[in-house]
């Protein structure tokens, strides 16, 4: 059996973007995963392939869970990667999303999977998003960096170049493939409180799904996403509240984020006509209201 199972195959995608989040090690607080399930619950994604997990996972590592079926038949969950497609008639281009647990072996093989299906599907654009403890409050704004090596992606979308050097994760390995293959890749990475580390964190999910939108130029309906990003400030305020020692902790991260945005020269605000572009754009992907 390939690696790479079929269910259908997408005819007719207009310049797709595919877009790869995956759980674990560059998914602190669940921001990145929990951001692209957002995008696929929210744009009506359909599944049309998986990636076989056999030759990827370690399963005394990511272990497989058992489930009892209507009539008492237990049955396998596998760890596994999806594939799917979301086609946004009224933006410029659809999506293919790449969504599952980090794999544990073989990641050259893997990544070579995902490019061969981007090459396939014709997709313009590869985007990876994850997210990373830092010492950030929880209280501020969340801060998204994007990142290309790519001079166009760069220049017109207003990214940075990595200067990382380190260990890396199946996104590092996925960007290396991409631009091997001449495709254009972006990752863009939140930085989630170390303090609350291990509660899934909405807000960053937020963060990124809006950084997505201007990256890729398609709008999505955040609300519900923005109601738990509200319902988790307000938990962990009062969280650190109850507890001086991590108040004062968290005052002091509050302090050094303002002396550092306070060093920074001012961002230029977007114009009024920028403004009124973005907003006509969310307007006609929506469409009429019925």
Known sequence: MPPLIWEHRPDGLRAPALIAAFQGWNDAGDAASAALSYLGATLGAQRFAQIDPEDFFDFQATRPKVRIEDGGLREIDWPSVEVFEVRVPRA?????LVQGVEPSMRWRSF????VDLAEALGCQLAVTMGALLADVPHSR?????GLSSDDALVANMGLD???YEGPTGIVGVLHAAFDQAGLPAASLWAGVPHYVAAAPNPKAALALVRKLEALVGVSIDAGELEGHAADYERQVSAAVASDPDVQAFVERLEEAAAEEQAEQPEQDVPSGDVIARDFQRFLRQRGPER
């Open 92 to 96: 410029p281009r659809d999506l293919v």
């Open 111 to 114: 990544s070579r999977i995902v």
């Open 141 to 145: 704004p969340v801060h998204v960096t």
């Open 161 to 163: 170049r990595s200067g």
